[in-house]
């Protein structure tokens, strides 16, 4: 971290959508984020630049994707019987995306390890936001990891373990910062993903509100 120029940074950082061209760096990313357990792979992030462009958004610093997002549209009201991660992601290549819907759902964020200290998921998610504001979307829910779980597990429900997280008694890498980005808590899922292991299954429907928004 010591060699990266932060003013230069500030400077020469572009963040734009995602093109056909980009999918198997995104990839390369998401599988270093995550693990080839979870990650999306080069297939996954071709059809969802080719099916919602506006929505799959990179970070790029020095010619090198160093950060992403992605991201579909659907009515939140739809998936209420099954709100799994494979369900709403269409298991990935989002061909459920829905541009009549009222709510911009995020699927993944991955931002590179050794960048993690320079508030690109700040900049991701602002990004996010403006394409909810754009698209004049109700909401931007997401359903996030839990990855500091594990920890507790033997002795801590997931809903005691994520309110402890809200309340600032715990800290979890991912809730805490979804926290501070403006999501609101609407419920614990279980079997959202099983093969997170470190989440247990489990993870956290959070929403943020646009307040921009105006009633079709």
Known sequence: MSSIDLPKLEKEIVIRNITQEDVLEVAALSDDSFG?????????????????????????????????????????????????????????????????????????????????????????????????????????????????????SDYMSAQEYVEKVINDEIYDPVLTFQKNNGFVLKEVAPNYLPEDDASRGYATSMEWTNKEYIPK
């Not at 549209?73 to 709403?88: K, L, P, Q, V």
């Open 36 to 152: 080839p357990n979870i990650s999306f792979k080069r297939e996954h992030f071709a059809s969802q630049a080719k099916i919602f462009p506006e929505g799959q958004i990179c970070v790029e610093y020095e010619g090198k994707i160093v950060g992403s997002c992605s991201s579909l549209i659907i009515n939140i009201e739809d998936y209420a019987d099954n709100h799994s991660y494979t369900a709403i992601s269409d298991n990935g290549y989002i061909r459920n995306h829905n541009p009549d819907g009222l709510n911009l759902y995020g699927v993944e964020v991955s931002v590179h390890q050794a960048y993690r200290k320079l508030k690109l998921g700040r900049r991701l998610y602002d990004a996010r936001k403006q394409v909810c504001k754009d698209l004049n979307l109700k909401s931007i829910i997401i359903g996030g990891r839990i990855p500091y779980y594990y920890k507790y």
